[in-house]
């Protein structure tokens, strides 16, 4: 689930980030806000389902930005010089 949402706020914000690197961190805090704030937001419900779900959202984002070094979280600070 966190990669297809990566994909679609991150492409969307690499699109637009010639503008300025302001929007390509706000992507980026975008991007950590929806995987743990909503993966908490899941994770705190009391069924299984939902739970799975909000854990699986902190999951990927970690992975995803451990595999792709962090370029694709905005996390790799070369993005931003």
Same mark, same amino acid.
């Given at each position: 689930?966190?990669? /297809?949402?990566?994909?679609?706020?991150?492409?969307?914000?690499?699109?637009? +980030?010639?503008?300025? %690197?302001?929007?390509?961190?706000?992507?980026? /805090?975008?991007?950590?806000?929806? +995987?743990?704030?909503?993966?908490? +937001?899941?994770? %705190? !419900?009391?069924?299984? /389902?939902? %739970?799975?779900?909000?854990?699986?959202?902190?999951?990927?984002?970690?992975?995803t930005?451990?595999? !792709?070094?962090?370029?694709?979280?905005?996390?790799?600070?070369?993005?931003?010089?």
């Amino acid at each position: 689930m966190f990669p /297809v949402l990566n994909f679609v706020i991150g492409f969307g914000t690499v699109m637009l +980030a010639d503008q300025g %690197k302001v929007l390509l961190a706000f992507g980026a /805090v975008l991007l950590a806000l929806v +995987a743990f704030g909503g993966g908490f +937001a899941l994770w %705190k !419900t009391g069924s299984p /389902v939902p %739970k799975g779900l909000g854990l699986g959202l902190m999951i990927g984002w970690a992975l995803t930005s451990i595999l !792709t070094v962090g370029y694709c979280t905005g996390l790799n600070p070369t993005m931003y010089t």
